[in-house]
C-alpha cells in the first residue's frame, strides 16, 4: 500500500503558512505552488512499496476452497499423527516326544520328532525275565521269598516267580500326551507239556505313577489289553515304575512262555 506520508507533509505545510501569514502578515500568494508541491511529495519515501489486497476476484483456481481460515492450521507438532499397520503372525512348533525305558540290565531312549515320525523298535539286547535264578520268588503281597537254581520252594497259590528288574519309564511331549502299557498272557512254547495244564501264564503288573500308590493288573488271557497309565498335557512329562510277576502253582506246567509287553506314548 502505498503511504500517504506526502500529503500529511502538504497538510502540514498549508497549515504552518497560514499560521507564519497571521504571524508575519504575508500573503496568502506565498504559499508552495503545484511545481513545488509535486517536486517535495517524494522526499520522505522509503524505497519500499507493499500492496496487499484479498478478494474473489484475485483467485485462478476456483475450485480450492477454504482460503480464508476454514482450515485446520498445523501448527502443534506433538498432535497426533501416525501411521500403523498390523501384521498377523504365526509359528508352527513340531511335536517332539522323548520315552526312557531303564531296566532289565539295559537302557532305551526312543524320540519322535515332527508330524508323522514313529519310533518304533523292538529291543534287542535285554528283554523281561521270568526266571527263579534271577528275579526269584515272591508272595501274593510282592514279598520277597528268595532265589535260586534248585531254591526249596514249592509251588502254590500264594507263590509267583517276578521278573528280573522293575522297569522306569519316562516320557515328556510337548503335547498333550498319553503313556499306556499293552500286553496279555504269556502262551506256552511246544516245549510245554500242556495235555492237561494250561497253555496260557497269566501276567501280573503292578505300576506307580510319579511315585504314588502302587496299582495292580492283571493280563488273563492272549487277547492284548491296554492300560492307560499317565495322561499329561503339553510340555508335563511323566515318571512311572513297573513290576511283573508269573503264577507259579501246581497247575502251571514247567517249561518256557512266551508273550510281549508294549510300551507306548503318543499324543492326543
Known amino acids: 500500500m502505498r503511504k500517504l506520508f506526502p500529503f500529511l507533509l502538504l497538510i502540514v505545510l498549508l497549515v504552518s503558512g497560514l499560521a507564519f501569514a497571521d504571524d508575519v502578515g504575508v500573503e496568502l500568494n506565498n504559499a508552495p505552488t503545484p511545481e513545488e508541491i509535486a517536486y517535495a511529495q517524494h522526499v520522505n519515501d522509503d524505497g ?8 474473489s476476484q484475485y483467485v485462478i483456481l476456483d475450485y480450492i476452497q477454504n482460503r480464508t481460515g476454514g482450515y485446520y492450521k498445523d501448527v502443534n507438532g506433538k498432535n497426533p499423527q ?22 532289565n540290565y539295559g537302557n532305551s531312549v526312543l ?56 522297569i522306569k519309564v519316562e516320557v515328556y511331549a510337548n503335547d498333550t500326551f498319553q503313556y499306556d502299557v499293552i500286553a496279555s498272557a504269556l502262551k506256552a512254547a511246544a516245549n510245554v507239556d500242556t495235555e492237561i495244564a494250561s497253555n ?19 493280563f488273563l488271557t492272549l487277547d492284548q489289553e491296554t492300560v492307560l497309565i499317565a495322561e499329561r498335557p503339553a510340555t508335563d512329562s511323566v515318571e512311572a515304575l513297573h513290576q511283573f510277576r508269573v503264577p507259579y502253582t501246581t497247575s502251571t506246567a514247567h ?14
Open 48 to 55: 519500499v512499496i507493499i500492496v496487499e489486497r484479498i478478494g
Open 82 to 103: 501416525s501411521t500403523q499397520l498390523t501384521i498377523r503372525t504365526e509359528a508352527y512348533i513340531p511335536c517332539y516326544i522323548k520315552m526312557t525305558v531303564t531296566g
Open 111 to 166: 524320540e519322535s520328532f515332527g508330524p508323522g515320525a514313529e519310533a518304533i523298535t523292538t529291543a534287542r539286547n535285554y528283554f523281561l525275565l521270568f526266571d527263579n535264578e534271577v528275579g526269584g520268588y515272591v508272595d501274593g503281597d510282592w514279598g520277597i521269598l528268595g532265589h535260586g537254581r534248585n531254591a526249596e520252594i514249592a509251588p502254590g497259590d500264594d507263590v509267583f516267580i517276578q521278573a528280573c528288574d522293575q
Open 200 to 218: 496260557v501264564l497269566p501276567l501280573h503288573m503292578r505300576y506307580s505313577v510319579d511315585s504314588g500308590d502302587w496299582i495292580e493288573k492283571q
Open 255 to 268: 517249561g518256557q512262555y512266551d508273550g510281549k509287553l508294549i510300551l507306548k506314548a503318543y499324543t492326543i
